[in-house]
């Protein structure tokens, strides 16, 4: 996976978002603040333009830029979460031109823990942990039983859709909705959704590149 | 002196936090507010918050209180990637936290003072 894959990520994430912010802002609007949707489409806007205007030479480059442009400019919790996920994603690919699954495995689970550091959130806790957790396991599954790219792929956003859905009867117990308490069980966790639609759209950016 | 911060979703929760604190504690304690996103919406600003440490940072240290959760994910994500030796954050009541930092900087504390001052302000009662 070069420089073009990743950058064409950003791409299909800003896509899938902006698309998705309505329903994001929805599943918000019900046990949060109801701007999860316009945050995240604001912020890879950003994402968009600023790999437009400086364009980076190597896949870590572009996380790490996406990252940055995504504490700068979202405003709300998903801007350090995601910024912190994509720049640690993007020090542990380092400059290598041409990333493999194993690389690729080993970023996904450094921004896991990136997240888990920053939010203190564990699997369970109804944030976008649920998405990601089950998505690092099923890449690193992947790797281990040397499944081709595609498949992988396919995997990671199954996973992250499955781990998303089953947020569903969760109680919050971290994040905006955890000051609902019960109230919170019976809706999808915005942050986990969103995860879902980032990492699905690896799967997409890989049909678009390979 | 120790800098006090304060972190808000709000920019008028943030200013006026600060008002009621200076106007209880003593205008001579470097205070700033950084509420509210770059563009004036509700949300947290991590340029904001640099800037309000920049301002109220005499060498002596600065807490920084915090509202609600994507203020602590912007001060914690602040630090990480651009540690600071003397810059703290209170696990601290917003208003009440606010009031003992500032009273306690103005008594010449040390910065690891106003931090403890700021986090025992929980265990002040209302009655």
Redo the contacts between chains.
Sequence with gaps: MDTSFFVAWMEEIATAVQAQRDHLTQLDAAIG?A?HGS?LDRGFGEVRRALADSPPETPGAVLRLAGATL???????S???Y??AFRQMGRSLGDVSDISLAELSTALDAALAGVQK??AAVEGDKTMVDALAPAVRALAKAVQDGVKAEDALSAVAAAAQEGAKATIPLQARK??ASYLGSRSAGHEDPGAASTALVLSALRTAGFRTW | MVGIVLISHSARLADEVAELAAQIGGRDVPIAAAGGTDDGRLGTSITKLSAAIDTVDQGDGVVVLMDLGSAVLTARTLLDEYPRPKVFLADAPFVEGAISALVTSGGGADVKAVLTAAEEARHIGKF
Excluded at chain 1, 71 to 77: D, F, H, N
């Design positions: 603040d701007d945050n504490i700068r400019k979202v405003g709300g919790a801007g350090p979460l910024g912190t920053l939010g994040g905006r």
